[in-house]
């Protein structure tokens, strides 16, 4: 064996705790009086009528031999309470502006037929309709989001939605919804004006829209709701920013209670990738694309600033998450894709964007819910499988309506082929029993990374954690193997001096639990 000098090895071991130590992330956690509080909404969901998300998804029908509850999947309702879903997205997405709500009530067998224009061009029998999804969210606890219908719908048409599902008195609509067989009125609050007015929803321009936007809003008069209705504007693409600042400087303040925002972690339009089989660089490319969120919202949100400086009108991303090349074999109109570990990765650095941000973003869509894009859940006839973005949203379920803790690090870098990211993401927060969650994931696909957390003034000591994590980042749930990604104790950790050091794997999502 070779003899290496003294002064040598001396300069060796040094230069290797130096690079030791600069590889070692700080992250700074402090309590704050005037943080905001993580708006549960934010963990919202979507379900539109598209491919297999609602027929063949969520409702399967009464007479199924799948245990159901008026139609729906008795295993999706379980899943769905297990992740505390705060509020979902109905019935669309593009399909919202082509959908007429009277034709999906009264008895099922008198109801006409539709074709999806937008998703398949399949024919629809309009069975799951306006009752079956309020009685749903009843039944989850979930505040339901109605997308109203401005592209080929009328302004009466959206009135007569409200007062059907919320007017308590009697009322041409409220008589037809007690005929119907619901007494009470489920009083929604949520409402959307249209989506994507900018292209399925009509092609509009700004200005146009913002005029439309108080037409269909000053007829939506509802006396039942405490604080009345939130309605909410069809928002920008992306970096749009004309469109948010067109809408802000051209709707009243008084008459908005949300902006929307979509933002989908797409490679190239015309050529997505596949869900599983995908290289480093798609994943890097994904992940560049998913990071984008943070720039959005705080430009957009600077924009809002402007118009709304008390941050009285929320930004709503009410669609957000990957998009792949359908899986080989399935309707292209379907959108249906696998769900791998890049997804879980994926997820948790959006919400932890979210949280930081809670101040104006206060609700969010993952966009889907069931069979449809990154789904929560996938289903095969009687099968059903958790998907690992599920996973990672129900350990980050405990953020929902807890006190932002604001949380600073300088992020080490996550480098390919000359490019870099940010390979850390976190936030945290404090829940009204006083425990404090801090989430932290690792972009990173090949190097993990150590991390030192300063808990000295937030007076936690014993903690407990949870990680989800793979052999592969192209790992997913099957239907055969249903259970190869799930959240597992983590204990590689230790607090020495008030100090919590760590090593996050490579692609992983972590929540540490501290009281």
């Not at 009086?33 to 063949?56: Q, V």
């Not at 609050?189 to 037409?215: D, H, L, S």
């Not at 927060?429 to 690792?442: A, T």
Request: glycine residues 8%; contains cysteine.
């Amino acid at each position: 064996m070779k003899k290496i000098p003294v002064l040598l090895l001396f300069v060796l071991i040094s230069t290797q705790n130096i690079f030791s130590q600069k590889q070692t992330t700080i992250i700074s956690v402090k309590n704050s009086a005037e943080a905001p509080t993580i708006n549960r909404n934010i963990y919202g969901h979507f379900a539109e009528h598209l491919g297999r998300s609602i027929y063949g998804g969520f409702f399967v029908g009464d007479t199924s031999k799948i245990a159901n509850t008026n139609g729906v999947r008795n295993d999706i309702i379980e899943a769905l309470k297990k992740l505390k879903i705060p509020n979902l997205r109905w019935p669309g997405g593009c399909f919202a502006d082509t959908y007429h709500w009277k034709d999906g009530i009264g008895p099922k067998e008198d109801r006409p037929t539709m074709v999806n224009k937008w998703w398949g061009g399949v024919t629809e029998d309009n069975s799951f309709g306006t009752h079956d999804f309020l009685n749903l969210c009843e039944i989850l606890g979930a505040e339901p989001y109605l997308s109203g219908n401005v592209g080929s719908g009328t302004v009466q048409e959206l009135s007569d939605w409200v007062q059907y599902t919320n007017f308590g008195g009697k009322s041409p609509m409220s008589d037809l919804r007690k005929k119907n067989g619901k007494d009470a009125p489920w009083k929604v609050k949520i409402w959307g004006i249209g989506n994507e007015a900018w292209g399925c929803g009509g092609n509009m321009k700004p200005e146009y829209y913002a005029g439309e936007y108080r037409k269909y809003a000053t007829f939506m008069a509802d006396w039942e709701n405490t604080g009345g209705l939130m309605r909410i504007a069809s928002g920008a693409s992306d970096a749009d920013y004309n469109w948010t600042e067109t809408l802000m400087k051209n709707i009243p303040l008084n008459m908005l209670g949300g902006v929307a925002m979509h933002h989908y972690s797409v490679i190239n339009w015309n050529k997505k990738g596949d869900a599983v089989s995908f290289s480093e660089a798609q994943y890097f490319a994904t992940m560049k694309e998913a990071l984008k969120m943070e720039e959005l919202i705080t430009k957009h949100g600077a924009i809002m600033d402007q118009y709304d400086p008390e941050k009285k009108i929320a930004l709503v991303v009410d669609e957000w998450g990957g998009w792949y090349d359908v899986e080989s074999g399935t309707n292209p109109g379907f959108l249906y894709q696998q769900n791998t570990m890049r997804d879980a990765v994926l997820a948790g650095a959006t919400l932890n964007i979210f949280n930081n941000h809670a101040n104006r973003v206060r609700m969010a869509n993952l966009a889907q819910c069931v069979n449809v894009l990154q789904a929560v859940i996938l289903t095969d006839k009687a099968k059903m499988i958790l998907t690992p973005t599920y996973h990672v949203m129900q350990m980050y379920s405990v953020h929902q309506d807890a006190k932002l803790v604001p949380i600073s690090f300088e992020s080490p870098l996550y480098t390919y082929n000359g490019e870099s990211l940010p390979a850390l993401s976190a936030s945290a927060s404090k829940d009204k029993n006083g425990l404090l969650h801090i989430s932290i994931v690792n972009v990173d696909s090949k190097k993990e990374n150590k991390i030192s957390i300063a808990i000295n003034e937030l007076g936690t000591r014993n903690f407990k954690a949870q990680i989800l994590k793979s052999l592969k980042v192209q790992d997913y749930n099957s239907f055969d193997k249903p259970d190869r990604i799930q959240p597992l104790d983590f204990k590689a950790f230790e607090i020495k001096k008030g100090i919590l050091e760590l090593t996050i794997p490579p692609f992983s999502v972590i929540m540490l639990e501290g009281k």
